[in-house]
């Protein structure tokens, strides 16, 4: 029996196995949604659009597109805001991020790269063979060649509250997989990917006047190409998170602390309490 498992839940059963049991077995979802994932597709959905029209050489009115992706996203649902935001301040700051994406662009001087029938390689769904009994299912962002080297990587578009640290980049089994898959899809035809990285969309709010930071997209940060040892210890990680999922441990976590992660998850309350009212079953496929 094969066990196909994402690289987003095999970081769930990381961080807690109950909480996938409720996700990804059980299917459930909160009713009220943090704005978090509908900012996230509103900005994403756009700049991918984006990245695909300026590999085409076509023309691509990108602020009319996230404005229909932020109606589409954020209608219609209930929504829950950080401490001190709001729908217009959400608003403002995804809006700044969208103009501010040809420019950063631009300048990272990258492009995408096609597969063999022409297609840029935007926002690609891959499944790979993982370890014995194992299959791995992910998306990918973007596979970019910097026009300035000739090198290929793949990069990974992400919208933050802050940047992430050098250790976080270097250690992240997120990037070791995307590594693994296009190499397992993609090398014969592009060779092995020299490099992987993220591009990081820091969403602060708009400042009023000239005062404050406000929303910045850094320049891509890229990380070398994982060894052949990291890489066989993602898929021993990879297994283990599969063996869980088959032998249906989904037991409560080991939190050495009492200022746990429970208290950020969207399942606390049926988690403590058994109760399914403020959820509701999740009717999509990822």
Not at 128 to 138: A, F, Q, R, S
Request: aromatic share 10%.
């Amino acid at each position: 029996m094969i066990t196909r498992i994402s690289y987003t839940g095999a970081q769930s059963i990381g961080t807690c196995v109950r909480a996938y049991r409720f996700r990804y077995i059980d299917r459930l979802e909160p009713v009220a949604t943090s704005i978090a994932m509908p900012f996230g597709k509103a900005v994403h959905g756009p700049v991918t659009d984006y990245v695909i029209a300026h590999a085409l050489s076509k023309p691509f009115d990108i602020m009319a597109n996230f404005e229909e992706a932020w109606v589409k996203h954020t209608s219609d649902q209930q929504l829950k805001y950080p401490m001190n935001w709001d729908a217009d301040s959400s608003y403002a700051a995804a809006k700044r991020l969208v103009e501010l994406f040809p420019e950063a662009w631009e300048k990272a001087q990258l492009v995408a790269v096609l597969d063999q029938s022409g297609a840029p390689l935007v926002e690609r769904w891959l499944v790979v063979p993982g370890p014995p009994g194992v299959e791995i299912e992910l998306r990918i962002d973007f596979l970019v060649m910097d026009l300035r080297s000739g090198a290929i990587g793949v990069l990974d578009a992400k919208t933050t509250s802050a940047e992430h640290c050098e250790a976080f980049g270097s250690n992240a089994l997120q990037l070791t997989t995307y590594q693994y898959a296009v190499d397992h899809a993609f090398a014969s035809c592009l060779g092995p990917v020299a490099n992987v990285g993220f591009m990081e969309f820091v969403k602060r709010k708009v400042p009023k006047g000239s005062k404050g930071q406000g929303p910045s997209i850094e320049p891509p940060t890229w990380y070398p190409r994982r060894s052949d040892e990291e890489v066989r210890e993602m898929l021993t990680a990879y297994a283990n998170a599969a063996r869980d999922i088959r032998d249906q441990r989904f037991h409560r976590p080991f939190f050495a602390s009492f200022n746990s992660p429970c208290n950020l998850c969207d399942y606390a309350r049926l988690c403590v309490h058994g109760d399914q009212q403020g959820y509701r079953l999740r009717t999509t496929s990822r």
